[in-house]
């Protein structure tokens, strides 16, 4: 199985940083696109940020500018730099990874836990 561990999340001024980080372990030969999504309540899980193994990245409309998405794969580990955090920002943001468990060039999108994190002053 494929385990993904976000941390970095908190609380956070208007204004403010936030550096998340997630770490993928566990049965994987290798691993394709990475990436964050967002979730608040009653509302559908949005896309934050994806990368791709090659580094091709894609982001929301309402973060571009103010986050970057970056990983390293020797590390399995993708990151989420926010800046300029905003109230509507506060959200569990969850890391995805869609990873080949068995060498068999089949991939699966797997998910974390999610870490809250909350713009307030």
């Known amino acids: 199985q494929v385990q993904l561990v976000e941390s970095g999340g908190g609380l956070v001024q208007p204004g403010g940083s936030l550096r998340l980080s997630c770490v993928a372990s566990g049965s994987i030969f290798s691993v394709n696109t990475m990436g964050w999504y967002r979730q608040v309540p009653g509302k559908q899980r949005e896309l934050v940020a994806l990368i791709t193994s090659g580094g091709s990245t894609n982001y929301a409309d309402s973060v571009k500018g103010r986050f970057t998405i970056s990983r390293d794969n020797a590390k399995n580990t993708v990151y989420l730099q926010m800046n300029s955090l905003k109230p509507e920002d506060t959200a569990v943001y969850f890391c995805?990874?869609?990873?080949?468990?068995?060498?068999?060039?089949?991939?699966?999108?797997?998910w974390g836990q999610g870490t809250q994190v909350t713009v307030s002053s």
């Open positions: 995805t990874c869609d990873a080949d468990p068995a060498g068999w060039s089949k991939f699966f999108r797997y």
